[in-house]
């Protein structure tokens, strides 16, 4: 026992700094790589301009291998410290931080002018590094749970607004012709879906005055229609909300504990072991 001890409390100590943001050193960890990853994506959205690429390449390059680094080592411990790392590999954060690490250095196995082209378009690949924020933010997992809740009424309400699209642009497929440049239903289906969402990008455009009068029907119906997702997304999370509240009592308060079997989190204060798996937590 007093061999596995020392092995034992690093990797816990590890565990609880990576994992958690209820300690000091989980807080600092947090902040630190959310800050690498702030630095990320600027520093892709910079490459992308050409003249400051080439003003600043060397120092985009450098930065960009030391963020590489510190998300690689972020990878190798967050699996040296579950006890089942196929759970985290293969978990939607744990194929995020693949991804996001993986394209700088598969950049080294190209060679030649002619791979140039495909490594442009492997390094948008990091811009992956934006959803690693999402274990950041707090309110993230209640949105998704809203909008999960919400995928059956928003599913009849798109299906509802595809069958309008297709009888509308049928509508002026049959009133303009080709002529107005409503050379066919797919067309037609397409324009009415450009103004239907208000985008309204003026390639096609009605020339009569009965397709001129559906198509102001169309741009009215269309702010109504925006508002409607909206509205239902946002009373699910305001029902999960209240629900989260009314569970969450001061007797019952929930933590950032992470479980080292299972992954799973939101464990309730002084819990000794995982809700989900029955694992013994450390404390």
């Given at each position: 026992?007093s061999?596995t001890?020392p ?14 943001a209820?300690?000091?050193?989980g807080?600092?960890?947090?902040v ?6 702030i630095a990320?994506i600027?520093?892709v ?12 390449h060397s ?8 963020i ?6 972020e ?5 040296l410290?579950v006890?089942?790392?196929?759970k985290?590999i293969?978990s ?5 931080d693949?991804?996001?690490?993986i394209?700088?250095?598969?950049s ?10 495909a ?16 274990r ?5 997992n209640?949105l998704?749970?809203a909008?999960k ?6 599913s ?7 069958i309008?699209?297709?009888i509308?642009?049928t509508?002026?497929y049959l ?20 103004t ?8 096609i455009?009605p020339v009569t ?5 559906i ?7 269309g702010?109504?229609?925006?508002a ?16 989260k509240?009314?569970t969450?009592t001061?007797l019952?308060?929930l ?18 072991y ?5 694992e013994?937590l450390?404390?």
């Open positions: 026992m061999k001890k092995e034992n409390s690093w990797r816990h100590k590890l565990h609880d700094i990576i994992y958690e209820d300690t000091r050193a807080k600092v960890f947090d630190i790589l959310f800050i690498a990853i990320s600027i520093f959205m910079l490459e992308s301009i050409k003249s400051f690429d080439e003003k600043y120092f985009l390059n450098i930065a960009e291998w030391v590489t680094i510190l998300f690689t080592i990878y190798i411990a967050r699996i410290t006890k089942k790392p196929y985290y293969f939607f954060y744990g194929i995020i693949f991804l996001s690490t394209p700088k250095y598969i080294l196995l190209f060679g030649g002018i002619h791979a140039l082209a490594l442009r378009a492997l390094r948008l690949l990091r811009i992956f590094r934006i959803l690693k924020l999402a950041y933010l707090g309110a993230s209640l998704a749970s909008i809740s919400s995928r059956a009424k928003i009849v309400f798109l299906f509802a607004v595809l309008l699209c297709i509308f642009g509508l002026m009133i303009e012709g080709e002529e107005s440049g409503f050379t066919s239903i797919p067309v037609s289906v397409y324009w009415c879906i450009v239907l969402t208000t985008v309204g990008f003026g390639d455009a005055p009965l397709g001129q009068f198509a102001a029907l169309i741009m009215i119906l702010y109504g229609i925006i409607v997702p909206t509205g239902i997304v946002s009373a699910e999370y305001t029902a999960l909300g209240k629900k509240d009314n969450q001061p019952v308060r933590n950032s504990q992470s479980c080292e079997n299972c992954l799973a989190e939101d464990h309730r204060d002084g819990a000794e995982c809700y989900n798996c029955g013994k450390h404390i």
